[in-house]
């Protein structure tokens, strides 16, 4: 699986952005999807995820009520929507893929996109 990760951009706190994960390769519809971001000087951590069959999503308590992670199959493509933009949002932004059930942790994740830019100014 290919990931191609894009939507990041400058936006003021408050504001909205979304972001898009596009999909190539194998069979998409077979694979849960996540997203992380890492911030300068920390680690990795989980954001959201949405499992294969689209029926279960995640959140981190972080972003929960802001942020909507989904997905198109027919575009082999996941987003994730983001509301009431905080500076501590600012990060780069990476979708992930893995076969069967959704996870939290970024190790079960076997596919990483690129990473797209999220900066929130105060």
């Known amino acids: 699986v290919q990931l191609q990760a894009s939507g990041g951009g400058l936006v003021q706190a408050g504001g909205s952005l979304r972001l898009s994960c596009a999909a190539s390769?194998?069979?998409?519809?077979?694979?849960?999807m996540g997203w992380f971001r890492q911030a300068p000087g920390k680690e990795r951590e989980f954001v959201a995820a949405?499992?294969?069959?689209?029926?279960?999503?995640y959140y981190a308590d972080s972003v929960k009520g802001r942020f909507t992670i989904s997905r198109d199959i027919a575009k082999n493509t996941v987003y994730l929507q983001m509301h009431s933009l905080k500076p501590e949002d600012t990060a780069v932004y990476y979708c992930?893929?893995?076969?069967?059930?959704?996870?939290?942790?970024?190790?079960?994740?076997?596919?990483w996109g690129q990473g797209t830019l999220v900066t929130v100014s105060s």
């Open positions: 949405c499992n294969w069959s689209g029926g279960s999503t």
């Open positions: 992930a893929a893995k076969y069967s059930v959704a996870s939290l942790s970024t190790s079960e994740y076997d596919y």
């Open positions: 390769g194998r069979t998409f519809s077979r694979y849960s």
